[in-house]
């Protein structure tokens, strides 16, 4: 048997060493990931103590992303897996071993309830997680469990694996006991042999601020009220009522969502079921909300969607915005944040009064601002997705 490599993590976390020989056992058969079922509580109503006897099903129930407990033990111990690429399923395959001298949240009887859970950041959901058997009553425990994520090696590249171990309370929010974060670009999956990595603290923040998010392609045109523009019957007027008229005769605002590129997918299949919603700030309203169709298994969606503000003036355009975001569509669950724009001159007021979404800069603003100069003419630019805007909102 050859001798066993070091794995190269790619993230701020090395591995703390290796096996002592290498094994020639396959692989554990994967079982399906446990389904989260409340009826477990029922089952299990003899339970004394959240250390007692319970389903390991409900381990997720209240260990979601950003639902655990963090800070209630020091983090200590060590998380033995291996990860290799599967090539005839397309599936990442990591396998979960065991872990050692881990933290005891119950310090008094020096135990606790652990299970190990993962994700490919950036995706967070609920269908992108994946999860090991709770093991009772231990600081040492032993999993041998494979967690398979289907999605093709390309779509690796842009994956942060994100492991964590916790204590599983049935009646109450997990406790954290430690993480390890690899970066999986440029990741060679030529090892399955597992390796142990020593876990840390809660690592802050988890996404990378300015990271890449794709690109927008939008084109605007103010039509000024004597050009005799008409438009379909498909499209809703936008009543302007929160800013006092500077003008009797007033023109629309149209703004053409052509399409995005190079999306970032938070699937595990690597795709997007995209759609693009816009505000005319400051109108947050329901009513106020457009929005295009959804288009479906893609990270380049193409909309072209023409969306009409009217009854609005140059003047007024100077001290509004507009903002659009891209969603990634969920019908079970919340829709994804993938990115946004916002179109303005940048200022930082509105009628003299400091607003935090005037805040245009570079390609953002200097399409709005030849919107503003060229009326009755097409503007049209490429701008890259911001990766947060402080007023994205998940509804629909």
């Known amino acids: 048997v050859a001798a066993t490599k070091n794995v190269t993590s790619g993230g701020p976390t090395s591995p703390a060493g290796s096996r002592g020989s290498a094994s020639t056992d396959p692989w554990p058969s994967q079982s399906d990931e446990d389904i989260d079922r409340l009826v477990a509580l029922h089952q299990n ?17 209240y260990s979601g992303a950003g639902e655990g407990r963090y800070g209630t033990v020091v983090v200590k111990g060590n998380i033995e897996f291996g990860m290799q690429y599967n090539y005839k399923q397309n599936a990442l395959e990591i ?3 065991q872990c050692k001298d881990l933290a005891a949240v119950d310090a008094k009887r020096n135990r606790s309830d652990p299970y190990v859970k993962v994700y490919l950041l950036p995706d967070k959901s609920k269908s992108g997680k994946r999860k090991t058997k709770v093991k009772k009553h231990t600081l040492n425990p032993f999993f041998d469990e494979v967690l398979k994520f289907h999605m093709s090696i390309s779509s690796l590249e842009s ?13 109450g929010r997990n406790d954290f006991l430690g993480e390890v974060l690899i970066n999986l670009q440029g990741k060679l999956f030529d090892n399955p042999q597992p390796q142990w990595y020593q876990l840390q603290e809660r690592s802050e923040p988890f ?8 690109d927008i392609i939008v084109a605007l045109k103010f039509v000024p009220p004597d ?28 703004v053409l969502v052509k399409e995005a590129k190079n999306l970032m997918p938070v699937k595990a299949n690597g795709t997007c079921d995209a759609f693009c919603k816009s505000y005319l700030l400051p109108e947050k309203s329901r009513s106020a909300k457009r929005k295009t169709d959804v288009i479906k298994r893609t990270v380049n969606p193409v909309w072209n969607h023409t969306i009409v503000y009217e009854d609005v003036t ?11 975001t891209i969603w ?28 935090e979404w005037m805040d245009a800069t570079g390609k953002e603003l200097s399409l709005w601002q030849s919107m503003l100069n060229r009326p009755n003419f097409w503007v049209e630019g490429c701008l890259v997705l911001r990766s947060s805007i402080d007023t994205a909102r998940n509804s629909l």
């Open 45 to 61: 109503r003899h339970s004394l103590s959240s250390l007692g006897l319970r389903s390991d099903s409900m381990a997720s129930v």
């Open 95 to 97: 396998h979960i071993v």
């Open 227 to 254: 050009a005799g523009h008409s438009t379909t019957g498909s499209l809703r007027r936008f009543s302007k009522s929160s800013i006092t008229a500077r003008s009797t005769t007033k023109g629309s605002l149209h």
């Open 328 to 355: 990634d569509h969920d019908r079970l669950a919340s829709n994804e944040f993938l990115g946004g724009v916002r179109f303005s001159l940048g200022t930082g007021k509105h009628y003299g009064k400091p607003v």
């Open 159 to 171: 994956r942060t694996l994100w492991m964590t171990v916790w204590h599983s309370d049935m009646f």
């Open 207 to 214: 996404d990378e601020p300015a990271a890449y998010r794709g």
């Open 314 to 324: 140059l003047q007024e355009l100077s001290e509004r915005a507009i903002e659009l």
